[in-house]
């Protein structure tokens, strides 16, 4: 089936384009990515450069150049190129047919092939695939090959090229191309924090030895020449491994790809697919989720939850970037994103690796801390660019201002709070999901009562409201910054001390003396818990006006000037300008960025009566420009909530093509390149899906479901882990189908309208809608 | 004696230019200026119209255009162009002689005079000058004289001329010029409200009788024709009378200006002018400065005292605008500027006037009481720009972005708190200096009890750190807005809640129920007591630190960028860009715009020990811009008082020639035109004499005097009155003069080093520096 963008798939487990589009060389190279959470390569042409923004981005790897601490982007093991009758292969010269580039994302693999004719008459077919794998994380294998249609002189210029596209500044004070044996060896070590990272590359090829073999190094590359004489319809086939490891991650990183690159060369590059593909089809077999009725929506869903996968890190406690491992933008880091975009549907499928992330954010802790204190506050204030250890990454100065050339003064990194609140409101979520005592005592906790401790010290109580407010803070809508009393954060503050006072009772309950010796560790006495009491207490809680049942979004919102989106675009006078702070064209207006007030009806359901929520998403909706990819998913959740089922489809449409048919972003804001792929839109697929339209519930009784299906979805089906019990679920238009699965220890309470059900292990039951 | 800028005086009581300068028509205009706090008349010549500033401001004549709310700028009433033989006198054709334009300080008089060639070698000498009344504030009377070497046709057009300058928008909706008899009548009517103002002009000749007259009516100008046959060396002597009234100041405007002008023709110039000089010798008597030693200092004290003298309106309750009645910039409304700037010089001379002053803002409470709850406070948060009825009349946009062209959102009316406690202090000074009870019973309680509850409700509480805190000021250093916990603005704040808590009680123990009156009236309580205690018990007061002894501006200031002015202004884009908010060059570094920390020494003298000052003064001089007027006048007086009298005097020689040599300030910033008089700046030239070199101190005891005068001056003399008692001091480098006039009803305590003198009415003491 033929899709927007030159994109097809037959499957709906295949996405591919038919059509090289040169204008599409940053998407696409974003799209057809492979990944498996260590690293990520991006889905360029072998033969590409710098130029041609060529990545492969390695978890772990922070280092800081030009302000800008992120991740590394390391010398490319699959550089290769492939020169026929002296003219090399490409998209660009020649005549290229039978062209396609694109992903399998059942296992994971990147697939190319093209028949090229050169300008000379050559004529070659050629066909490639490459992995990322997920049995050995540190492995890169490709197949490549390739048939001439008439006798050709044939060059293979293959290696490691170390000459990186880097979006800020150079990361590598040394650069060092070896060979040893067989292998291409490539080392750089970092310049700020002196990682070394090591890059090893061999290969085997098939079907024709070369007539001569040259080995060509450069400062920054390293490449074997393979002189080749080939008959008519001759077929070479060269299998390369790349390896890749860092001294973040093993002890001797240059032994360790070695010993990495031999094994998979002597196992060759089937045998490496195989493995790989298996694991793939253990992720599946819990992640997918199966649409019927709808092949287009049927692989942007499967794209999205491949991308949240292959962007997540699950070989060791390390954020989930915004951009994945995609690309250097965001620097590799965590936002509030991790937490309320990328984390929910590993919570309710693969729970332990939401469990993993909310580790990273105990591991990081210390870094939250710090910058508390350097902020004047007490606990954890959380990064908003979280990288590996939890100080802030987030630069002061981000955007540029476009019209005057001066750098702006952003505030995502002091004034959006609602990040530490966030997290508790994900660690709540993850226990409520999971049952995990142990996780909430050992780690849970401690998060939870330091961002109490850094809440109390944010708070300012007004004397003559009788009122504790939070002042100058920006919301999830960051075109308006300094704002006070904000709608989202007051709640998700108020809801962050709940539980910390909850989770501080439950403690006391059980025995084991936990609770002490936290308290102590932490220095925290009985008059900080009265302080979290009355600050939950006296909170400024913004409530629905009694009339219009709305919520301001903050103190002042509605006397802004009351103008729609696009009214405000025309007073752009460079389209790139950013339109938030300090002058930018929404500030002074009710122009959201994204959701806002929707966003806490998205994280609680139920806080607030459905009128209230409808009132809310009539009026906030036609008022926000959707400037960042976080918004569409948020809005077809509560238009699901709120019963309007035809924009919660057009905002799925617009939430699960983001990346796809490039839609929906600004790639350049405020001077500042923004590519990559938008992870949190790619979770974000799972919840408009499986909350959404599933309309699931999870609280502590168990889970609810109310389907409210796009139209022509005949069936949807998709797995849920609720308290460690597997349920495989389907929703038709009128029915729901679950099966908890035989192996469950437990059992789980599933309701439907009025229908309750408990399902122990193999139990199933059909519910009417 | 010559000074800078063409400028000459040879009393030290006249001021003038020797030479005209046509790149000086906008300063001249203003420094030239007659008043009399009822109106201004610009020191333009009579011959000008709109396009060279020429305006005759009048007060109480506010009214909205353009967005801003504005005293007009009145049909022009001296309007006169001579014609000789077909061309008109000029300053801009022909060649000019003989010429002067200049002040006479002591009696208030404008004089210009000129000798003139016309292209066709005619040649007239000119002789004019006026005066704004003070005898009768309505009234301008002018004596217009020329003389013809030859014998020459010559044309009067003289009348009223109602093309006025606006600063803003257009202000009338209706001209209406008219004659009536002898007289010329011009009626505006202001756009906004209504208000009806009228303008009336009679004119007698001598020394000659005109041919023929024609009155020549249009729609915004009314003139008479006069045309004169004259012979070789013939004079003419013109007088004119001009009269202004307006429905705001009295209920027949028309007939009150007609009955002035008549009376005022019928009377003559040189008795109106033996009127308004024998009100200027009286306020002269008690305000004048006298300096021996430096003729130039002399000159340019007095101009200032002039001036700030000529700005205050003394016949109603009105504000003492920023520019005072020089024109329409900053709206003829009053600043803090007011209090700590204009009103100190009253305070301590004439008294009456700083009590008009301070009724003046008990007048405005309920504009005060309206901005606070508009902007979610309680009390009386008074606005950053005052007009009559002490609605806030600062747009919120007042800049301009030059660079893009976008309006800047400043914070002047919102963050600048410290205006409503800056007029506490200037009350408690008042009621130091007078001993007026009833005063502060009457008026001055109620707005140190509404300013009370305005800080009350714009304090913030810390629970974490036990204190109370000001979020998002802007002290007053513009180029820092939003920032928290501005030394200044918390000082002041304590200061003013202390001493609405001191009135509290001495109107307790003073019997006669006014406190519970007043408590009942504005509705407090105890529990409102409760509350000023609370926050001036524990409200965060920035000290100075124990090893550098600086005391940080706010918070976080010491980490900004730490430059100097001159490295700040290399990196202006254009040399009209506005410093400060939203992205200006100054917002993130060091620089100050003006006197922050060190306002606080000059308004609380003790408050901090010398070294402490002398620590603060030496570190923020260097940082601060003086991109204020303000700024000079206050670091001369801090230099003063921390044993650095060459910085006085540098900065006294700034503060006192601003006007003048036009100096020291910005014509242009952010795209607004801010010329006009600096009033408070004037203001501060007293306070750099008395209080500066004079070391004058004032407490409830009574005075002390710790003169450190400049070097070469011989003899500084003035008068104060302290508590009803006149005192004339004179201060030589190692002696001070006091003697208590005859008819002192009281005794002073006067204090000079270790000496102490009580001085009853005619006593008189020499004492030691």
């Known amino acids: 089936m033929n899709l927007k963008n030159n994109l097809y798939t037959d499957t709906g487990w295949e996405i591919a384009e038919a059509a090289f589009n040169p204008d599409q060389v940053a998407t696409t190279g974003s799209n057809f990515m492979i990944g498996n959470g260590y690293l990520g390569y991006r889905g360029t042409l072998v033969e590409w450069e710098a130029d041609r923004y060529t990545a492969c981005i390695v978890s772990d790897t922070y280092d800081k150049a030009d302000g800008f601490r992120e991740l590394c982007n390391v010398p490319n093991g699959l550089f290769t190129q492939l020169f026929v009758d002296g003219e090399m292969l490409s998209v660009f010269t020649g005549e290229t047919h039978d062209y396609a580039r694109g992903l399998d994302l059942r296992s994971g693999r990147f697939f190319r092939s093209q028949t090229w004719e050169g300008t000379r008459g050559q004529r070659v077919h050629l066909e490639t695939e490459r992995l990322a794998s997920y049995d050995n994380l540190h492995l890169i294998a490709m197949r490549y090959r ?449 959701a806002d007030v929707l966003q806490l009806f998205a994280l609680h359901d139920g806080l607030f009566a459905k009128d209230v929520m409808r009132a809310n998403y009539d009026y906030y909706e036609p008022r926000t420009e959707h400037g960042s990819s976080l918004s569409p998913s948020v809005h077809s959740l509560v238009a699901s909530r709120v019963g309007c089922p035809g924009r919660a489809y057009e905002y799925f449409k617009k939430g699960s093509t983001i990346d796809l048919y490039d839609a929906s972003t600004k790639v350049m804001s405020g001077g500042t390149f923004l590519g990559g792929i938008h992870t949190a839109a790619c979770g974000g697929v799972w919840q408009m899906i499986v909350q959404g339209f599933g309309g699931l519930h999870v609280d502590e009784a168990g889970i609810r479901l109310a389907p409210s299906l796009p139209d022509h979805w005949e069936r949807v089906a998709f797995h849920l882990v609720i308290r460690n019990n597997l349920l495989a679920i389907e929703l038709r238009g009128d029915e729901v189908r679950v099966r908890a699965a035989q192996e469950n220890g437990g059992s789980v309470r599933v309701a439907v309208g009025e229908e309750v059900r408990v399902l122990s292990g193999g139990d199933s039951a059909t519910m009417a809608v």
């Open 146 to 594: 390739f048939r001439v249609a008439q006798p050709s002189q044939v060059v293979i210029s293959t290696g490691i090229d170390g000459k990186v596209w880097n979006l800020n500044g150079e990361h590598f004070r040394t650069y060092a191309p070896s060979a040893e044996g067989d292998l291409l060896l490539f080392q750089a070590v970092t310049g700020e924090l002196g990682t070394q990272i090591d890059v090893v590359e061999g290969l085997t090829l098939m079907g024709a030895q070369p007539q001569t073999r040259e080995l060509v190094r450069g400062q920054r590359r390293i490449v074997r020449r393979l002189a080749f004489a080939l008959e008519r319809d001759q077929t070479v086939t060269m299998e390369k491994a790349v390896a890749i490891a860092t001294s973040n991650d093993v002890s001797a990183p240059r032994e360790h790809a070695q010993a990495d690159a031999r094994a998979a060369l002597r196992d060759g590059y089937d045998a490496t697919r195989t493995r790989h593909s298996k694991e793939w089809e253990r992720i599946w077999a819990v992640s997918d989720i199966q649409i019927e009725g709808d092949l287009e929506d049927q692989i942007t869903t499967r794209f999205s939850l491949y991308q949240n996968i292959i962007a997540t890190p699950t070989h060791a406690r390390l954020p989930i970037g915004a951009r994945g491992l995609s690309c250097q933008v965001y620097q590799g880091a965590a936002f509030w994103d991790q937490e309320i975009f990328n984390l929910p549907m590993f919570l309710y499928t693969r729970p332990w690796i939401a469990k993993n992330i909310l580790r990273y954010r105990h591991d990081t802790l210390d870094g939250a801390r710090e910058k508390a204190e350097r902020l004047g506050f007490g606990g954890a204030f959380y990064a908003w660019t979280s990288g590996k250890t939890g100080e802030e990454l987030f630069p002061d100065f981000f955007f540029t201002d476009v019209l005057t050339g001066r750098r702006i003064r952003n505030h995502f990194n002091d004034w959006q709070i609602h990040i530490s609140p966030d997290i508790v409101t994900s660690i709540w979520q993850y226990y409520v999901a999971t049952g995990d005592w142990d996780f909430v005592v050992k780690h849970g906790a401690e998060i939870a009562f330091e961002v109490a401790q850094f809440l109390v010290s944010r708070s300012h109580y007004r004397v003559d409201k009788g009122r504790y407010e939070l002042i100058r803070v920006l919301g999830p809508d960051e075109y308006h910054e300094n704002v006070d009393n904000n709608a989202f954060t007051n709640h998700q503050t108020h809801f962050a001390l709940e539980k910390a006072l909850t989770i501080r009772e439950m403690m006391k309950e059980s025995a084991g003396g936990e609770l002490e010796a936290l308290f102590d560790r932490l220095g925290l006495t009985e008059t900080d818990v009265e302080n979290w009491k009355d600050i939950a207490e006296r909170i400024y809680l913004p409530q629905p006006d009694p009339e219009t049942l709305l919520i301001e979004q903050f103190e002042g919102y509605f006397q802004l000037e009351d103008v729609r989106p696009d009214e405000v675009r025309q007073r752009l006078l460079d389209p790139e300008e950013y339109w938030g702070w300090p002058n930018g064209v929404a500030v002074r207006t009710q122009v959201l960025k994204q």
